[in-house]
Nanobody
Framework: QVQLVESGGGLVQAGGSLRLSCAAS????????MGWFRQAPGKEREFVAR??????GYADSVKGRFTISRDNAKNTVYLQMNSLKPEDTAVYYC?????????WGPGTQVTVSS
């Protein structure tokens, strides 16, 4: 089992920045892919970013503004979000792939005011 806990969400003005953290416990996930999805009100959950041991990827909507990174020693993945826009408002969910299963965190709210 893997437990994930996100932190760092909050309210920010458009153009501002936030850094989300996702700490994993239970089993080490340093060799697997970790990443972020988000879900805005009334919309489906959508991919934001992922990072594996040797590569990463971003949704087109966040490229150039968001940066994903990880600290394997801390079993933690981060999402640095810059130049935030009101359309980035959503609940952000961390995930970790481990032993052919995907684990999810409970989510953290990010609200960007215009």
């Amino acid at each position: 089992q893997v437990q994930l806990v996100e932190s760092g969400g909050g309210l920010v003005q458009a153009g501002g920045s936030l850094r989300l953290s996702c700490a994993a416990s239970g089993r080490t996930v340093s060799s697997g892919t970790m990443g972020w999805f988000r879900q805005a009100p009334g919309k489906e959950r959508e991919f934001v970013a992922r990072i594996s041991w040797n590569s990463g990827g971003y949704a087109d909507s966040v490229k150039g503004r968001f940066t994903i990174s990880r600290d394997n020693a801390k079993n933690t993945v981060y999402l640095q979000m810059n130049s935030l826009k009101p359309e980035d408002t959503a609940v952000y969910y961390c995930y970790a792939d481990h032993s052919a299963e995907r684990y999810w965190g409970p989510g953290t709210q990010v609200t960007v005011s215009s």
